[in-house]
């Protein structure tokens, strides 16, 4: 369970998106919102009480975890100081991490109305801005002569990627940057929370003006990753920029289809 260990920069996200995402899954049902929206419990209540369930079910299956490699450790005689150093670092790290994500994912359940989208939602705001920057890194590459890519800058730093912190600097500057960036997706997701109107249940994006900007986001993105491809293959400025309008209208048209569950909407509001 090191720093550079699969379960970190996998399994740790992966459960924290699926905790988040499954735990918020009664607002994506009509009947089950109803249910809990009788009883007698306040909605601010019952949304930490779900986020702190969550947390307690990661941190107690984590240092159980932890606890069965060390007690193996030093059962096989390698259980030194130094690793028991090293575990404690890395599970306040672990922790943070976690949080961090599963603010994220939280997030993605309040803006959305179906578990599926939720967590394609997720995978978005997760790796948005890292893609972005990888392509527009590559537009740099591919037409400034100058452009060096092993600068640090503004395409190098992910401010809102959750693994782009956990991947930097110390430790203390790893857990202050990842908690304050979990503070900022906790404030966001409550406030969703508290906005969303029961009756969102089932839709795939709860708030009309995110639909906008997720369909125009999604794809921009699209566009400028296959006219990046194809000047890079065939060295074509023209054919590039034609095939990425193309594609930009074609995904925009599929995130309609996306929203309104209906081929018909292909061409309805492309844009």
């Known amino acids: 369970m090191g720093y550079n ?26 009947r089950e919102v109803d249910f809990y929206e009788s009883q007698p419990v306040s909605r601010a209540k019952r949304f930490w009480d779900i986020c702190v369930s969550s947390f307690l ?3 107690f299956s984590y240092l159980i975890t932890l606890e069965i490699g060390l007690v193996i ?15 404690a670092v890395q599970t306040l790290r672990v922790i943070a991490l976690f949080v961090c994500v599963y603010g994220l994912g939280v997030l993605s359940a309040m803006l959305t109305g179906n578990i599926i989208v939720a967590g394609l939602a997720f995978l978005v705001l997760m ?9 527009l890194a590559g537009y740099c590459s591919e037409f400034l002569a100058t452009y060096d890519g092993n600068k640090p800058g503004i395409l190098v730093e992910n401010i809102f990627t959750p693994l782009y912190h956990y ?19 906790f404030l966001l997701a409550f406030l969703c929370y508290r906005l969303r109107r029961n009756e969102c249940a089932g839709t795939a994006v709860v708030f009309g003006p995110v639909r906008s900007v997720v369909r125009v986001a999604t ?10 491809l194809l ?8 054919l590039a920029v034609l095939w990425m309008v193309l594609f930009t209208l074609l995904t ?18 492309p844009l």
């Open 219 to 228: 794809a921009v993105m699209a566009g400028l990753f296959i006219g990046l």
């Open 73 to 87: 450790a030093g059962a096989m005689g390698g259980l030194t100081r130094g690793i028991v150093i090293e575990a």
């Open 127 to 135: 790796f948005y801005e890292f893609e972005l920057k990888m392509i």
């Open 167 to 185: 991947s930097v600097g110390s430790t203390a500057e790893c857990i202050g940057r990842l908690l304050a960036l979990a503070a900022l997706y």
């Open 57 to 59: 079910y990661f941190l």
């Open 5 to 30: 260990s699969i379960f970190s920069w996998m399994l740790v996200p992966f459960l924290a998106a699926v905790l988040a995402i499954e735990g918020f899954a009664w607002m994506d049902n009509r």
């Open 252 to 269: 925009a048209c599929i995130m309609q289809i996306i929203y309104d569950y209906d081929f018909r909407a292909l061409f309805r509001h």
């Open 231 to 238: 000047a890079s293959i065939q060295n074509s400025t023209p």
